[in-house]
């Protein structure tokens, strides 16, 4: 079987579990690493098996290597546009974690260095690998609930989880961006206003909470609600649930919370069983799945169809305008 050959570009913990996620599909070899910090650099080269020649702390050393076919980015947000374009003017096939960017300046150069390249391009917007997010989108193209009038989201977090990375993003664009992206898709509209409020009272950069109001293109009306400080004892990692009804029915959607609970003498918790579970010594669910769809495509020369550049530039554009709203407590049109 021929595998291609994979490098990871940022290796901070979603970096790492994209190694573990690529490490297990059998069409796919990690054929190099790149971070800038070196102790990292050796400590994830080691567990993954990475020589010593291939593992990076400069990007375009690692896009200079002729042997590297493909490669996921998964640094910051906002350190996304250098080595997206970067990757794709070398010819690479390009993996591009969610968020797209940080501004729709950025946006807009990537998807056009992706329109240009000769390689595959995709960013991870995870949630359309889940298996129940995907069958809803498959009930609703069917006509099953007429069409689309109103959607809600939830997708809340233990205030522990979002303290790790309210200092580098803020819940509307690190977590609406999902749920913001599944709308649109569920309902094959955009938004044309934004209307958000947050809530902070922890010293970070970003808000504790979002919650967001869209109008879309074709009249529908949306509810986003991203809160990220639930109390720490709570036994789950996500509250994730999506409702949306049509004018001939409804769809609805609760996901990671309560579908698995493990109570013993230290308390309760509620294990991920969607987006990256360990099974049987491997990372399993959407994660893994989207990877190797990504390195399918690649393999058979397609161009990933499951999600394009412009739709994901568009929840971007969605959320950057939610987060102008919230700052200005003024609705915002959206071009």
């Known amino acids: 079987m021929r595998q291609v050959k994979h490098g990871i570009i940022g290796l901070g913990w979603f970096g790492e579990k994209h190694c573990e996620a690529l490490d297990g599909i059998p069409q796919v070899e990690i054929a190099g690493i790149c971070t800038r910090t070196e102790s990292r ?30 490669v ?21 096939h390009v993996f591009l974690e969610k968020p797209m960017a940080s501004s729709v300046e950025d946006c807009d150069a990537i998807v056009e260095a992706a329109n240009r390249a000769s390689g595959s391009f995709m960013v991870g917007h995870i949630c359309r690998f889940n298996p129940r997010y995907a069958a809803a989108r ?9 069409r689309v009038i109103s959607m809600y989201s939830r997708r809340n977090l233990p205030a522990w989880v979002g303290a790790s990375v309210l200092d580098k993003i803020g819940p509307i664009i690190g977590d609406c961006v999902h749920d ?3 709308m649109f ?14 809530v902070q009272f922890r010293d970070h950069a970003n808000p504790d909470l979002g919650q967001v109001m869209y109008r879309l293109e074709n009249g529908a009306s949306c509810i986003l609600e991203s809160v990220w400080c ?19 029915g409804s769809v609805s959607i609760h996901d ?38 990504f390195a399918d495509c690649v393999l058979k020369g397609e161009t990933p169809s ?30």
């Open 41 to 70: 650099l050796e400590e994830v080269g080691e567990r993954f098996r990475v020589p010593a020649g291939k593992r990076y702390t400069d990007f375009r050393e690692m896009l200079a290597d002729p042997e590297i076919e493909a």
């Open 72 to 92: 996921s980015i998964t640094t910051m947000w906002d350190q996304h546009v250098e080595p997206t374009v970067a990757a794709l003017e070398a010819g690479k």
């Open 138 to 146: 498959e009930a609703i193209a069917a006509g099953k609930i007429g």
């Open 180 to 182: 913001t992206d599944l």
């Open 185 to 198: 898709w569920m309902s094959d509209s955009r938004a044309v206003t934004a209307y958000a409020q947050t």
């Open 230 to 248: 639930l109390p720490d004892t709570t036994p789950f990692q996500i509250d994730e649930r999506l409702e949306i009804v049509g004018t001939e």
């Open 256 to 293: 990671t919370h309560p579908n698995l609970m493990i109570v013993d003498k230290d308390g309760s918790r509620c294990p991920d069983t969607t987006y990256w579970p360990d099974l049987r010594g491997q990372l399993r669910g959407a994660l893994r799945d989207e990877l190797e769809y």
């Open 306 to 335: 499951i999600i394009t550049p412009e739709e994901s530039r568009e929840a971007v554009k969605a959320c950057l305008a939610a987060e102008e709203s919230a700052r200005t407590g003024e609705v915002v049109k959206i071009s």
